[in-house]
C-alpha cells in the first residue's frame, strides 16, 4: 500500500467523506470523519492534492487545508457529477471528486478570501432585504385593491399609499385594515433603512478596492457592479479569455451544433445568475444613456438598436462589459474611451 497522493473529499454539515488513492491508483484510506477530527486528520497527512466540490463552506476548507501544506482544487459539482459511479452516496461522491481532481481537462474554481466572501455576503443580504422590500409593497397594494384604492407603478405611486394609509379620516379603508397595513408599512421603513445601510458598506468596501474603483470607469459599471465582480471573482486569470468569462457568467449563446453546422440559440444562462443580472442592468443604463446624449461613441450599438429589442441590445452589450472587465481584472489595465473616427 503506497503513500497518499490524491484525497477527495465529500464536505457536509456534520460528517465528512475521505477517499484516498495512491500514485498507481489504488485506494489506500476511505474513512468517515466529523466534523471536528476534518483538520487532526489532515494534519497527519504528508502535502497531498485535495478535491473538494465547490459550495459556500469548502472555501473556508479549502483556507484551512491550504495552511496545512496541501494543494487544495474546488470544482463544480455539475462537473464532478459525470465521475461518479453508479448509486449516489458519500462514498461514492468522494471516489468521484478523487478521479474528477486528477483530470488534465478539468475546471477549477478559485478560492475566495474572507474578505472577498464577506463582500458577497452585503449582496446577498440586500438582495435579500429588497425581495422583502418588493413582498410588502406588493401586499399593501394588494391589499388596498380589495377596497378598491389602486394607485401607479413606482415608488411615487407607493408613496401615495403610504400616506392615504397615515391619514386617520380616509374612511374608504376599516380601522381593522389601517392597523394591519400599517405595520406593513412601518416593516417597509424599516428593511428600506437596512438596504441604505447596507449600501453604505458596498460604497465603503468599494473605495477600499483599488481594483473595484479601476472597474467602476467601464460604462455601466457601478460600485454594486464593480463590488460583486471584485468578491465573485478572486483570479481573472483562471479565464483564458474575456469570452470565457462572460461564458461563465452565462451572456454568450448557447449551442447546439452537429455535422459541422453551428446552431446558435439565446444566451446559455450558465454561471452567476446574480452578476448577469446586475451587468445586463448596465448594459439598459448605457443605452438609456446613448439615447440621451447620441451614439458617437458606440456606433455598433446605433446600428443593433435599429434591427433589435433594446433588452436583446443589453444583453449584448452586458457581453461586451464583461470581457471589458475581465482584460482590467487580468492584465491590470484601465478602461480606455473608443476613439471616435472622423468622417
Partial sequence: MGEVITIGLDIAKSIFQVHGVDADGDVVITRKLTRGKVLAFFEKL???LVGIEACPSSHHWSRELSKLGHDVKLMPANYVKAYVKRNKNDANDAAGICEAVTRPSMRFVATK??????????????QLLIRQRTML????????????IVAPVGRIGFARLVALIANPEETHVPLVARNCLSGLVNQHHLVQEEIALLD??????????????RLEEIPGIGPIVATALVASIPDAKVFSSGRSMAAWIG????????GGKERLGGISKQGDRYLRWLLVVGGLAVIRYAKQHGFAKRPWLARLLENKHPKVAAVALANKIARMAWVIMAKGER???????AG
Avoid: D
Fill in 46 to 48: 504528508a502535502p497531498c
Fill in 113 to 126: 478570501s474572507e474578505e472577498q466572501q464577506a463582500a458577497l455576503m452585503l449582496h446577498r443580504s440586500r
Fill in 137 to 148: 409593497s406588493n401586499a399593501v397594494r394588494g391589499h388596498l385593491a380589495e377596497f378598491g
Fill in 200 to 213: 453604505k458598506h458596498i460604497h465603503a468596501w468599494h473605495r477600499s478596492s483599488e481594483l473595484s474603483r
Fill in 251 to 258: 451572456l454568450v449563446p448557447k449551442q447546439n451544433s452537429s
Fill in 335 to 341: 478602461y480606455k474611451e473608443p476613439t471616435v473616427l
